[in-house]
């Protein structure tokens, strides 16, 4: 990693840990029945990956503010830059999953990171989820694809996280009990965005 961390690298590492998702549920999927994935499936190779670039991770991370008990999912912090890149995961399959996203963007942009002594300065926040949805992935990952429902939502997390985003998908595997065997059915959604300095 360079020394001037920016979006593209952390989408390169969010990538990577979209992959290595998919590797894994080829071989494994780890709910019963049609239960979803969970979303810590996705922290934690999320956690590998930036680990795999130098990064210290932490899950569940607490905010500075005394008696503030809201927690990031993950936060990876880089020693050498000082960088640090804060973390949600979700399940997304509804315009009220959306709208708990837009929750997390505001509690991104607002962390301040537990003072140790070593000041990290938080540069990029991470939204990740899965969705089995097709009209979900499509209008996520495409410029052209209309929002999945008329429910303003959608067009909200847009409208919050404005054109300096980079959003991206990757296909994840899975097995299919019913057919025995093993397909391409959902997605790793992802949307790296600044956060103010």
């Known amino acids: 990693m360079s020394d001037s961390l920016d979006k593209l690298d952390v989408a390169r590492i969010v990538r990577r840990a979209g992959h290595m998702l998919a ?14 994935m ?3 499936n996705i922290s934690m190779q999320l956690a590998i990956a930036f680990h795999e670039k130098g990064f210290k991770c932490f899950s569940e991370a607490h905010w500075k503010q005394e008696g503030d ?5 993950l936060l990876a912090v880089h020693p050498g830059s000082k960088d640090a890149v ?10 009220e999953k959306c709208g708990s996203m837009l929750e997390d963007v505001e509690r991104i942009r607002s962390f301040v990171p537990l003072d140790d002594g070593v000041q990290y300065t938080p540069r990029f926040g991470v939204l990740a989820c899965s969705t089995w949805n097709n009209n979900i992935a499509e209008w996520w990952s495409t410029s052209y694809a209309a929002p999945p429902t008329n429910k303003e939502e959608w067009n909200n997390l847009i409208d919050a ?14 097995y299919d009990e019913a057919a025995k065997e093993k397909q391409l059915q959902h ?10 300095l």
């Open 38 to 40: 969970p979303e810590r």
């Open 69 to 73: 008990h809201r927690k990031l999912d």
């Open 86 to 95: 804060c973390i949600e995961c979700k399940r997304l399959y509804s315009a």
């Open 161 to 174: 996280l404005g054109e300096k985003s980079h959003w991206g998908s990757v296909p994840l595997s899975s």
């Open 187 to 196: 997605h790793m959604l992802y949307i790296v965005f600044p956060i103010p």
């Open 23 to 36: 590797e894994s549920l080829w071989e494994y999927w780890p709910s019963k029945g049609n239960n979803e």
